[in-house]
T-cell receptor, first 115, second 115 residues
């Protein structure tokens, strides 16, 4: 099995620009998660999909953030009108179909730098 | 409050030393899960172990061992005979039943193993 993949691995953008990140989960994992990690901190939950349905969103996910998983496979996270405070590592994770709590497997992350 | 505290921020040891990484958690739930992840310099979070609140048995996997004590709300991780490849940031995380899906992470412990 290939792991979770994310693209791009690094993104440098200017303040005010829009950016979009992609996450491909492990094949047949129906649950997909986005987290944000800033320097010296642990990952913080942003949002969660089960198949194509977005079931939970954190208060961290402002109106400028939107996530989609249109066919229940890959997901995209878009940030509009980026701000310097958006600079962080954006991590995607997936977990298999199952009851209750599943182990989340993480991708390598996309490091965003907003100038 | 649901919280994970990793009081140690940085630990430096010489190769072959044993090292223990501490994790203290807070939750009101009686059913919860605890995790440890490793984040090497490449950035990808690597799953190490998962433990549910009803299973207090300690676990050993090679050089790694985990000590779960509900009485002190701790889930500590010991690396025996550390190696340079163990150098990474280690995160403890909590999933509680009220969380729906998200993991709550501690701030992480940076472990440096010197040759």
């Amino acid at each position: 099995d290939t792991g979770v993949s994310q693209d791009p691995r690094h993104k440098i953008t200017k303040r005010g620009q829009n950016v979009t990140f992609r996450c491909d989960p492990i094949s047949e994992h129906n649950r997909l998660y986005w987290y944000r990690q800033t320097l010296g901190q642990g990952p913080e939950f942003l949002t969660y999909f089960q198949n194509e349905a977005q079931l939970e969103k954190s208060r961290l996910l402002s109106d400028r953030f939107s996530a989609e998983r249109p066919k229940g496979s890959f997901s995209t996270l878009e940030i509009q009108r980026t701000e310097q405070g958006d600079s962080a590592m954006y991590l995607c994770a997936s977990s298999p179909r199952g009851q209750g709590v599943d182990t989340q497997y993480f991708g390598p992350g996309t490091r965003l730098t907003v100038l | 409050a649901q919280k994970v505290t990793q009081a140690q921020t940085e630990i430096s040891v010489v190769e072959k030393e044993d090292v223990t990484l501490d994790c203290v958690y807070e939750t009101r739930d009686t059913t919860y899960y605890l995790f440890w992840y490793k984040q090497p310099p490449s950035g990808e979070l690597v799953f190490l172990i998962r433990r549910n609140s009803f299973d207090e048995q300690n676990e050993i996997s090679g050089r790694y061992s985990w000590n779960f004590q509900k009485s002190t709300s701790s889930f500590n991780f010991t690396i025996t005979a550390s190696q340079v490849v163990d150098s990474a940031v280690y995160f403890c995380a909590l999933h509680y039943t009220g969380a729906n899906s998200k993991l709550t992470f501690g701030k992480g412990i940076t472990l440096s193993v010197r040759p």
